[in-house]
């Protein structure tokens, strides 16, 4: 059987990365949303923004932490996504679809390869 999320990759911080081309688009995974619960603000980077790995550039708030999210791989904000500014919620009800953050236009697209896929996700999920 075929993984429908072969060319989604995963982080430790909880976010998932899909590419296409040198375009990577990331969000928080499903495991993520559940951990911070509902969602009453996002906070995405400015347009244009270099991010380095692992640089910490939106915040999510839930009703009950506030939580950084970190650029996964290093690039150039070049999207983001108002839609959930304006309703965190939907961050909640479909995290790894319409909730996405932010595109990232990619230094080094190879880069991609190094993050874990969903199995290894899952496995570093029971580690937890």
């Known amino acids: 059987m075929a993984n429908k999320n072969a060319d989604k990759r995963y982080t430790k911080d909880h976010e998932w990365v899909v590419l296409d081309g040198d375009i990577a688009t990331v969000g928080i995974t499903d495991h993520a ?3 911070l619960g509902d ?3 996002v906070e995405l980077p400015e347009p244009e923004r270099m991010v380095a790995e692992a640089e910490a550039c939106a915040v999510v708030e839930s009703v009950k932490a506030a939580s950084d999210v ?8 070049v999207e983001i996504n108002e839609t959930i500014v304006e309703d965190p919620s939907i961050v909640n009800s479909d995290a790894e679809g319409e909730g996405w953050f932010f ?9 991609f390869e190094a993050l874990m896929d ?3 996700y899952d496995e570093f999920l029971e580690t937890l």
Not at 71 to 76: D, E, N, R, S, W
């Open 118 to 120: 969903q199995d290894a």
């Open 33 to 35: 949303q559940e951990q």
């Open 103 to 111: 595109r990232l236009e990619l230094d080094d697209p190879d880069s």
């Open 70 to 77: 970190y650029a996964p791989l290093a690039g150039k904000i």
């Open 39 to 41: 969602l009453v603000h």
